[in-house]
């Protein structure tokens, strides 16, 4: 049996479900999983346990609440004494997508990223990423990496229910003071309070086709009846409708919700890239060419602007009963 450690990320005092994904695919495996829980975040230990953690680590100075690849990385090099870990997994997350490129510099190790499948097998891991935005699959694997760092995309493993009665040791890591060189000042949220893209279980994505920003609030009021995240192309967020954080494609979010509703938006490849994974997709487009209706479960052939409100009010109505 190996060790496994998780490179855990929570949000609202709760841990990830991409968090969750990890710890249930190394606790699966076989082997034994440590999680690695930073500032603030120690309060998720038990939800790390239930998960399948066996050990959580936990560094608990305030100054850990914030990203900073200085103190994180020597922060993870506590957690990998203490662990010995053969397999590092996180999620690819941006602070994940800044640390462990540096740590794996640092310590000479093999890191694969952007992984959709994975198989932990003995002393075997193998991933699977895509490349050509989707187009065709790369399989990898390790040569001669005394620690295997995989950062695996979010929504891609399956999450069963948390067992509450499982426990985990929880041990404080001595993480030494450092003469910094760079702090993090401030931090400016965005003004969503939506759940992150990324972890949402149901999509509402606009596309060109709305025409004009102030036309998105059709979009909103779909979202905020089923409690949804809104989505966009980057054309849209070329044109300034919508900020960056609210993209998803090639060059934006990668997610897999349960429910994706596709307004205005043609389906090119850099697009389908970030969403094909959903479970079920549903298109509203008025070109019945258009390719997004070949990768839809739903198809809905319409001029959106009367489409959508017809559909927000049946929600509404079904939802209200
Ligand atoms: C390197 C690279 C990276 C990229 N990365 C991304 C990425 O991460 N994410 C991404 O989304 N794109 C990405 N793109 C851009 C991508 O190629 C497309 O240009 C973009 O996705 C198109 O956005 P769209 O579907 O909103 O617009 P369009 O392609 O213009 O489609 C608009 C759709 O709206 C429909 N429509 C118009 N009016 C109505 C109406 N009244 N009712 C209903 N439907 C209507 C039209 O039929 C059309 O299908 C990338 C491109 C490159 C080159």
């Known amino acids: 049996m190996n060790n496994i450690l998780v490179f855990c ?13 990890l710890l249930q695919k190394g606790a699966k495996s076989g082997h034994k999983v440590f999680a690695l829980l930073l500032g ?3 309060t998720a230990a038990p939800e790390c346990a239930h998960h399948g953690a066996k050990v959580v680590l936990t560094a608990k100075s305030p100054a850990l609440d914030q990203y900073n690849s200085e103190l994180y990385l020597a922060a993870l090099d506590a957690a990998c004494e203490t662990s ?88 404080d890591l001595q993480v ?33 086709g709305f025409k004009e920003a102030a036309n998105f609030k059709l979009l909103n009021e779909l979202a905020s009846v089923l409690g949804a995240t809104v989505g966009a192309t980057r054309a849209v967020v070329d ?52 390719p997004i209706f070949q990768k839809a479960t739903y198809g809905i052939v319409g001029d959106l602007f009367s489409v959508l409100p017809a559909l927000t009010e049946e929600f509404r109505k079904i939802l209200k009963a």
């Open 40 to 42: 603030s975040s120690s």
């Open 239 to 290: 044109e300034g409708w919508v900020s960056h954080s609210m993209q998803v494609g090639q060059t934006g979010k990668t997610v897999a919700p349960t429910l994706y509703i596709a307004v205005g938006i043609s389906g090119a490849i850099q697009h389908l890239a970030g969403m094909s994974g959903s479970k079920v997709i549903v298109a509203i487009n008025n070109d019945p060419s258009a």
């Open 9 to 21: 990320e929570t949000q609202n005092g709760h841990l990830k479900r991409s968090s969750q994904e």
């Open 84 to 171: 010995n870990p053969s397999v590092i997994l996180a999620a690819t997350s941006s602070s994940a997508k800044d640390l462990f490129p540096r740590f794996a510099a640092k310590k000479n190790l093999g890191l694969v990223s952007d992984g959709i499948a994975l198989t932990l097998q003995g002393d075997e891991v193998l991933v699977t990423k895509p490349l050509y935005a989707g187009k065709c699959f790369a399989q990898a694997s390790f040569e001669n990496s005394q620690i295997k760092i995989v950062l695996m995309r979010p929504n891609q493993l399956p999450v069963d229910h948390a067992n509450s009665s499982l426990t985990a040791e929880v041990t």
């Open 176 to 208: 030494p003071q450092l003469d910094l060189s760079t702090i993090v000042k401030e931090v400016v949220k965005g003004a969503s309070e939506k759940l992150d893209l990324t972890e949402a279980n149901i999509i509402v994505a606009g596309g060109r």
